[in-house]
């Protein structure tokens, strides 16, 4: 069946410290990967997305994720996290076919100042 | 910057009743969804839609779900009978083209069902 894992349900850092938030997937065939934020009292957001190609994307807001096809990952990283990072992070999956995304169960990131 | 918007924000309803949850897509998007979250579990996929028809449903998405584009511009989802697990946020989605777009999401609406 398919279906995607976020390993880590909430995640505390003060603010400096680097994240990385894990994301793996069990997906037939080729897969567009995505990482949604959703700010508190905000509506789901695209970090960004890995359709094709290099597979270190980076997105908005210093973040980046890296496809590891081998171990069906997708982790979302970011060097130095702020107090404005404090949201919840979905990964999702969908198919160059079907445009039905997957969601994982979400993250919640809290940054401490 | 465009974006969808979904009415109304919240809605209590009680079991048995009918609700229509509306969405207004990004004007030139193609490809409308709805999903919805139940607290504390994850977003789930209900239906998609492009050309006036349903392209494809989830097993959630029975008898008792509807969606239409009655004008040009929304984009409605109808629970014809509500149960108490009808429950949950609902988020419409569209995008421009079909599976390799980006996927926008509007606010939710937040229905429960008493």
């Known amino acids: 069946a398919q279906s995607v894992s976020q390993h880590n349900h909430h995640v505390i850092l003060s603010e400096a410290a680097s994240l990385e938030l894990g994301c793996n997937y069990s997906?037939?065939?080729?897969?567009?990967l995505f990482w949604y934020v959703q700010y508190p009292g905000q509506h789901l957001q695209l970090l960004l997305k890995?359709?094709?190609?290099?597979?270190l994307v980076k997105g908005i807001k210093g973040f980046e994720a890296e496809f590891i096809k081998s171990k069906f990952s997708f982790n979302l990283r970011k060097p130095s996290v702020q107090w404005s990072d404090t949201a919840e992070y979905f990964c999702?999956?969908?198919?160059?076919?079907?445009?039905?995304?997957?969601f994982g169960q979400g993250t919640e990131l809290s940054v401490k100042p | 910057e465009p974006e969808v918007t979904q009415t109304p924000s919240h809605q209590v309803t009680q079991m048995g009743q009918e609700v229509i949850l509306r969405c207004v897509p990004i004007?030139?998007?193609?490809?409308f969804y709805w999903y919805r979250q139940i607290l504390g579990q994850k977003v789930e996929f209900l239906v998609s839609?492009?050309?006036?028809?349903?392209?494809?449903k989830s097993e959630i998405f029975d008898d008792q779900f509807s969606v239409e584009r009655p004008d040009g511009s929304n984009f409605t989802l109808k629970i014809r009978s509500t149960k108490l697990e009808d429950s949950a946020m609902y988020f419409c989605?569209?995008?421009?083209?079909?599976?390799?777009?980006?996927?926008?999401f509007g606010p939710g609406t937040r229905l429960l069902v008493l």
């Open positions: 997906y037939g065939g080729t897969v567009n």
């Open positions: 999702a999956v969908n198919s160059p076919a079907r445009g039905k995304l997957i």
């Open positions: 004007s030139n998007h193609l490809y």
């Open positions: 839609f492009y050309n006036n028809e349903i392209s494809e």
């Open positions: 890995y359709f094709s190609g290099d597979p």
């Open positions: 989605a569209s995008s421009e083209d079909g599976t390799m777009e980006t996927q926008y």
